[in-house]
């Protein structure tokens, strides 16, 4: 039996190695690379949620302005101050970008998940879930999408939560 070497490639938005940084322009095509090379087989990834955060969307009843997203515009909505675009452009970046990957190891034979909370309960409110490009990538027979509840697991909260997955079989038994 040949052995087999795991190695881990943290990436994040705050990495000392440029190639890490996946804000860094380079960093996708570097990773794709690597996929297409057959030197990555998989990904875990948890894109921002507080974009999509239903707290935000409390915050909007309360008053205050909150969501950047809406159901009709779930890439933005219109009147973005500065700061708000910013953060609007940071989480779609590093959403897209973990999208991207995902699609890649579908192609390549890879395996994936992507965490994100679950559907709002409102079927008025934005989720990544109603993205036609998350849509599409479920059309996928190798794809699924999963639900856990994070209490159970140490979370103070129970947190619904999806797992969008890529040839996981047995996750949902583990």
Do not use: Y
């Amino acid at each position: 039996l040949a052995a087999l070497t795991i190695v881990v490639i943290p990436l994040d938005i705050v990495s000392e190695n440029p190639l890490h940084n996946l804000l860094n322009p380079r960093t996708p095509h570097f990773i794709l690379q690597a996929i297409l090379g057959r030197r990555i087989h998989g990904m875990t990834a948890g894109p921002p949620c507080e974009i999509w955060s239903q707290v935000r969307e409390r915050a909007m009843v309360n008053g205050l302005t909150g969501v950047l997203r809406l159901l009709s515009a779930p890439w933005g909505k219109d009147g973005l101050r500065p700061r708000q675009l910013d953060q609007l452009f940071v989480a779609s970046e590093l959403l897209l970008t973990s999208l991207l990957i995902f699609a890649a190891l579908v192609i390549t034979g890879g395996s994936a998940i992507i965490e994100h909370p679950a559907c709002p309960q409102s079927p008025n409110s934005v989720s990544i879930w109603h993205l036609d490009l998350v849509k599409r990538l479920l059309q996928a027979p190798c794809v699924s999408l999963e639900h856990i509840l994070q209490g159970p697991l140490g979370q103070s909260s129970r947190k619904p939560t999806h797992l969008l997955c890529l040839r996981t079989p047995h996750l949902q038994r583990i």
